[in-house]
């Protein structure tokens, strides 16, 4: 089965022969994959009245456990975004009622971000609904196929993940 890649490396190979373009043949579909997701996401989260971010957020939240809360700085952490962000993010979220604020009883001066019953509810029902898309997208990969495959892109994304800052 011919894809929209074996198309564009054929063209390269006919084009630019001195070049090896055989890159393009691993990293182009996984950034066709990419924009794929990205879409199947904002339609699972928008089934629930949810943005991107909101279910970053909320699922950060959700995957602490009881009590599901956490502090600004853990939560930076986690979603990768930068202080006032999620100052922000924050604010949103609680004047949605899916999280308050709380304060720290390890630190006079510190928060804990919790999620409410309705945050918790919301973040349930977007991760089934992202995980039937993400099913979708796998489509007639077999089990042991997808387990390659995780862990050919674990192999590749792993040196990423573990630099520093």
């Known amino acids: 089965m011919e894809d929209e890649v074996d198309r564009l ?3 390269w190979r006919r084009e630019r022969p001195d070049l090896d373009v055989e890159p393009l043949e691993v990293l182009s579909r996984v950034s066709r994959l990419a ?5 199947a996401r904002r339609l699972a989260f928008a089934e629930v009245g949810l943005e991107p ?6 699922t950060s939240l959700r995957r602490t456990g009881e009590p599901y809360q956490l502090s600004p700085g853990q939560l930076l ?3 990768l975004v930068t202080s006032g962000t999620m ?6 979220l609680a004047k949605k009622g899916f999280v308050e604020r709380l304060p720290d009883p390890t630190d006079r001066r510190g928060v804990l971000v919790r999620l409410t019953p309705d945050g918790r509810d919301r973040a349930d029902r ?5 995980l039937d898309q993400e099913r979708s997208i796998l489509g007639d990969l077999t089990a042991p196929q997808r387990a390659e495959l995780a862990a ?3 192999n590749l ?3 990423f993940d573990n630099l520093p800052g």
């Open 77 to 79: 952490t986690q979603t």
């Open 53 to 58: 971010w909101e279910f970053d957020v909320l």
């Open 87 to 92: 100052t922000n993010r924050i604010d949103r």
């Open 35 to 39: 924009r794929h997701l990205d879409r």
């Open 152 to 154: 050919l892109l674990r």
């Open 126 to 130: 977007a991760l089934a609904a992202l």
């Open 9 to 11: 490396v054929a063209a």
């Open 157 to 159: 994304t792993a040196p």
